[in-house]
């Protein structure tokens, strides 16, 4: 799995990477606020993994630059966040998002001493890979058939403006398992890219599961993007994300996925403002001196 970080790290990092390097402690320790268990386990943590799984950039969304860090159970992924910044429009910082999306088939359970939260109110579920050879019997094997598997999938995205974005499968997977002690025999987590820079907008995860005494493949598809998504397999929809009332901008019907904003720091990470997002006003700025 190193080696898989190393190379995505290498291929989605900015290119002056000063920024990303000065940002990233600030990243890690924003994620290690949060404590995730699952519900029928609620005191048992989750592993968190310290190392950054991917670092992108977008300059078509005000320069902003992140990094994903993953929770495991059990050795399988349980929960992407996406640690970002941007220029603040009106501080002399960067204003840190925080974007999750659950991985986990059982509900999560999060945990943040913080003013903003997330709960996710269902697990994600699977799909069964209709028309697909049956898993091969190597983890070798495995590893090329999933990588075929996921280059069936493709899409788009369109943005606030009615701009199409295409969607690009990201060629390496985000996080390899093929040695998950419970659950299923083998699996990755792919994401699909959009063309406006290299930060993931669609989560695909593709596991191989025993079921009735025979392995079969399955899948999910995940938004990570505040924009419409579509997302294809052999040309036929499997997944879309369409802005609504009951999916707005900040969070999914079930929650599986969330973003808020969180703070502007400077990139040295000094305390300018806080954010306390609620359903009334997302956008609320606290004093700092009033934590």
Known sequence: ???????????????????????????RKDAETYSL?????PKQALEFKKEPLFEWLNPARSAQQGTLF???RDGRPAALVCIFSSSDDTLPGRRIMHEFHALDPEKLIVTRNE??????????????LTGSAPPATTPSARRRQMRQLAQEFSGYSVDRDGKRWELRLLPTPLYRYPVAKSGVVDGALFALMSSAGTDPEVLLLI?????????????????????ELHVQRKNTEVFSSIPSDTNPFFNDPLHLYRIYPVKVVTPDGKLLARFRSSSTNPWEVIPVEDK
């Open 115 to 128: 003013y903003n939260e997330w709960k996710p109110r269902a697990g994600l579920a699977r799909k069964e």
């Open 1 to 27: 799995m190193v080696t898989f970080s190393l190379m995505l790290l290498l291929a989605g990092a900015d290119p002056d990477d000063g920024l990303a390097k000065k940002m990233l402690p600030i990243y």
């Open 207 to 227: 596991e191989a599961k025993m079921e009735d005494g025979k392995l079969r493949w399955e899948y999910a598809c995940g938004r990570f993007s505040d924009w």
């Open 70 to 72: 993953l929770w495991l």
């Open 37 to 41: 268990t699952v519900e029928s386990a």
